[in-house]
C-alpha cells in the first residue's frame, strides 16, 4: 500500500515522506541527462539535503506559528516541496505576513552561512551542473544555489506561496478577507499560466508544470474552504438573533401552512421567519445582512 513514512519527531511535530519523494532523483538525472553511477549517487544526496533544508524552511513557519498559538499537525514532504498542515491559519494579516516570511528567512540564513564556504572553496558564480552533479564543489554549489531559488521562488506572489500569503496579508489590511484571498488566489491562477508557458518553453523547465498545476489547485481549495468558512460564520451570527418564542407570541400567528408542518415561514406582523414542528411554533428568527 503507497503511503507516507514517518521519518522523524521535531519541537513535537511528526514529519512524514511522501512515498512520491523518491522520483526526484529519478527526475534529476533524466533532466541532467548524466547516467553514470556517480551521478546518480549526486543526486540522491543532494534530494537529501534539499529535502533537509526543505523541513527547515517549514519548521521556520510551524515555529513562527506556535508563537502565535497555532499548533500544528505535522510536516510532509512531496515531490513539489514540503506541507506543513497547521490547526488553522491566523486571520489577522500581521501574524500571517510574519509566519509566511518565516520559511524564506531559513534559506536566507543557509545562504549567508553557506556563502564564506563557497568563497573559501573558490567556486566561481555561476558554476554548470548542467551534466549533473560528478564532484564535490558542484555539489556545494548546487546546495547553496537551489536555496536561493527557494527563497525568490516561494516569493512569487502566487498565492498560495509565500509571496503570495504575504500579499493577501496585506490586501486584508484594506479589505476583508474573503475578497483579499479571492484577489490573492486569481493573480496567482495567472502568474501559474506564465510558470505553465515557461515551463512548456524551457524543457529543462519542464517541473515548473506541475508545481502551477498545484499553485492553481492549493489556491482555489483555500478559496474554498475560506468561503466555507465565512457563510457558517454568517450562519452562527444569524443564530443571535435566533429568539425563543415567548407565550403571548403564539397567539398573534397564522395557522402553519398544513397540519403538522414542519419547516419556516415568515410572519410579517412580527417581521420574523417562524421555525414549526409538528405543526407547532418554536422559535421565531430576525435574520440579519452581514
Not at 3 to 12: H, I, K, L, Q, Y
Not at 122 to 148: C, E, H, M, R, Y
Amino acid at each position: 500500500m503507497l503511503r507516507s513514512w514517518r521519518v522523524g519527531r521535531f519541537f513535537g511535530i511528526d514529519v512524514f515522506l511522501h512515498w512520491s519523494f523518491w522520483a526526484l532523483p529519478i527526475i534529476h538525472i533524466f533532466l541532467t541527462g548524466s547516467y553514470s553511477l556517480k551521478a546518480a549517487a549526486f543526486a540522491v544526496a543532494f534530494t537529501l539535503v534539499m529535502a533537509t533544508c526543505i523541513v527547515m524552511h517549514e519548521f521556520g513557519h510551524v515555529l513562527t506559528a506556535r508563537g502565535f498559538g497555532i499548533a500544528t499537525r505535522d510536516i510532509i514532504l512531496t515531490p513539489l516541496g514540503g506541507l506543513a498542515r497547521l490547526e488553522r491559519m491566523t486571520e489577522k494579516p500581521f501574524e500571517e505576513i510574519l509566519i509566511a516570511l518565516a520559511g524564506p528567512a531559513v534559506n536566507v540564513v543557509i545562504v549567508v552561512l553557506m556563502l564564506p564556504l563557497l568563497i573559501w572553496l573558490g567556486i566561481p558564480v555561476g558554476a554548470q551542473t548542467k551534466g549533473g552533479i560528478t564532484d564535490f564543489l558542484q555539489f556545494i554549489w548546487a546546495v547553496w544555489f537551489s536555496n536561493l531559488l527557494l527563497v525568490g521562488f516561494n516569493m512569487i506572489p502566487a498565492f498560495p506561496l509565500d509571496g503570495g500569503r504575504v500579499f493577501r496579508a496585506v490586501l486584508a489590511f484594506f479589505t476583508d478577507r474573503l475578497t483579499a484571498t479571492k484577489l490573492a488566489a486569481y493573480i496567482g491562477m495567472g502568474i501559474a499560466a506564465l510558470m505553465v508557458i515557461g515551463g512548456l518553453a524551457q524543457p529543462q523547465f519542464i517541473m515548473i508544470v506541475p508545481i502551477a498545476g498545484f499553485i492553481v489547485m492549493a489556491g482555489q481549495l483555500e478559496l474554498m474552504m475560506l468561503k466555507r468558512t465565512e457563510e457558517l460564520r454568517r450562519r452562527a451570527k444569524a443564530e443571535v438573533d435566533a429568539l425563543p418564542l415567548d407565550d403571548q407570541v403564539p397567539s398573534v400567528l397564522s395557522a402553519p401552512p398544513e397540519p403538522n408542518f414542519s419547516g419556516y415561514t415568515w410572519d410579517p406582523r412580527l417581521s420574523a421567519w417562524v421555525e414549526w414542528r409538528d405543526g407547532w411554533p418554536v422559535r421565531k428568527y430576525r435574520m440579519r445582512t452581514w
